[in-house]
């Protein structure tokens, strides 16, 4: 079965630094997401992507956070200058259409020192 | 906002105990899924389950749309069910559909 794919699993980075979080979509799918997930807590969406732009942001998603899909394959978001409390589970998930499930991938493990 | 309610928080069985898991909404229940997550951390997804009763070994599930509410149903657990179950849905009327999730039930299954 076909599956979401997530990189790193792990990423430890210091506070200021830039991160960005890779994601590779089903190949036949049309929307993005990306979640996240403070230790402890429920899954919070923090933006949606659909061609080529985004459609949807949380409160969460402010001017630090940014996505892309560069290349037509991976999805990206990336994180100007990270703070102690962006440590979180980051999860990428895709789908077909608005009335379809959402396929999640493993999650990126972010750790802010 | 829209609030998506489950119970118990905490559930702690012995190993092959039954259980059942709520999930309430604040409203319509559109596309709703059923997520595992493990001591890694990994999404499983178990269900999607807009309406209706579906069945997968040892687990099943049930939506009923017009009362706003499902139910996951684990039967004879096992060790490996051990973990949070967290339900999730788009509702109607989003600009895109993202996922609502509830705050999840903890499950410990003892040996």
């Known amino acids: 079965e076909p599956e979401v794919t997530q990189t790193p699993s792990h990423q430890v980075t210091q506070m200021g630094q830039e991160v960005i979080l890779r994601c590779v979509p089903i190949?036949?799918?049309?929307?993005f997401y990306w979640y996240r997930q403070i230790l402890g807590q429920k899954v919070e969406f923090l933006v949606s992507?659909?061609?080529?732009?985004?459609?949807?942001k949380s409160e969460i998603f402010d001017d630090q956070f940014s996505v892309e899909r560069p290349d037509g394959s991976n999805f990206t978001l990336k994180i100007r200058s990270t703070k102690l409390e962006d440590s979180a589970m980051y999860f990428c998930?895709?789908?077909?259409?608005?009335?379809?499930?959402?396929?999640f991938g493993d999650g990126t493990r972010l750790s802010i020192l | 906002g829209i609030q998506v309610e489950q119970s118990p928080p905490d559930l702690i069985l012995q190993e092959g105990a039954n259980s059942t898991l709520r999930c309430n909404f604040s409203?319509?229940?559109?596309?709703l899924q059923w997520f595992h997550q493990n001591p890694w951390g990994q999404l499983i997804n178990l269900f999607y389950?807009?309406?209706g009763t579906k069945q997968n070994g040892r687990l099943s599930a049930t939506t009923v749309a017009t009362e706003r509410y499902s139910l996951l149903y684990i039967s004879s657990s096992q060790t490996t069910d051990s973990g949070v179950y967290f339900c999730?849905?788009?509702?109607?009327?989003?600009?895109?559909?993202?996922?609502?999730f509830g705050t999840g039930t903890l499950l410990a299954v003892q040996p």
């Open positions: 190949s036949n799918h049309l929307y």
């Open positions: 999730a849905d788009n509702f109607y009327g989003g600009a895109t559909n993202k996922l609502i």
């Open positions: 998930a895709t789908t077909t259409g608005m009335n379809q499930p959402q396929h």
């Open positions: 992507f659909y061609n080529n732009e985004i459609s949807e």
């Open positions: 409203d319509s229940v559109n596309n």
């Open positions: 389950i807009p309406s």
